[in-house]
């Protein structure tokens, strides 16, 4: 066996022993790790499998990697949910057996960028409504909203106090969202998202870009939701076609 596949076999074998002992209570979520000296010898493995491993399982959300102070267990999601299912936030938090909440934090009425004249197929003249809101869970930020609306499809004198998006489209403009095209994206701390939705320097967050779809393929709704990935895991069942 080559020296790299050999490597390869100790990662995986740290990976599984890292996580059985999680899982049966060895160690519990925010405690710390031993450290990486402590860890090989009880693994009997070399400092850089045991390395790769590590990078592998923050990498996974398992752990968090804090420099110049040690490794800890991450506490697990609070929220899982299937990516092909669309759901809202408000609807997610619901699930978890938690009580959705907003804060708004500012509300504009401005005209399309040319990204926006593309996705909703708008004239320069159009307008757009631009909403931001953090999502609370029994009272803890976790989700930070951009949401882009045209104000043609807006009623006059709406309201945006309600909390659900999906509910405030189809009571208000009957635009009931059937469908989204969605990109994620991983990132790591933002200067501005990160301080809003309290979190580490260490924790990472999720960046779901959506467009959405009424029931006559409009697209009325394009969203920008910054997950933090400590609270949230998304997964998605892959079908294999012949």
């Known amino acids: 066996m080559s020296i790299k596949a050999d490597n390869q076999r100790l990662c995986l074998k740290v990976i599984d022993r890292i996580k059985d002992d999680i899982q049966n209570g060895v160690y519990r979520e925010n405690e710390q790790l031993p450290s990486e000296f402590e860890l090989s010898k009880m693994m009997g493995v070399s400092r850089t499998a045991l390395r790769e491993a590590l990078s592998i399982l923050q990498e996974e959300n398992v752990i968090v990697r804090r420099h110049g102070v040690g490794t800890f267990v991450n506490p697990k999601p609070l929220f899982l949910s299937g990516i092909e299912q669309l759901n809202s936030v408000t609807k997610m938090i619901e699930q978890a057996s938690m ?3 907003t804060i708004f934090m500012s509300s504009q009425v401005t005209h399309p960028t040319e990204d926006d004249m593309l996705r909703f197929q708008l004239t320069e003249d159009s ?10 869970a029994n009272g803890t930020p976790v989700v930070y909203c951009l949401d882009k609306i045209p104000m043609a499809i807006l009623p006059k004198g709406f309201s945006h106090e309600q909390e659900s998006m999906f509910g405030w489209l189809e009571n208000k403009s009957g635009a009931v969202i059937s469908y989204a095209v969605a990109d994620i994206v991983p990132i790591g701390y933002h200067d501005t998202v990160s301080q809003i939705l309290e979190c580490d320097p260490e924790t990472a967050l999720l960046l779901l870009k959506q467009i959405h779809y009424d029931q006559n393929d409009r697209p009325v709704l394009y969203s920008l939701n910054y997950f933090r990935a400590d609270k949230f895991r998304f997964h998605v069942v892959r079908k294999r076609f012949e």
Request: charged content about 30%.
């Open 127 to 136: 307008e757009i409504f631009l909403l931001e809101r953090v999502r609370t």
């Open 99 to 101: 009580t959705p909440g």
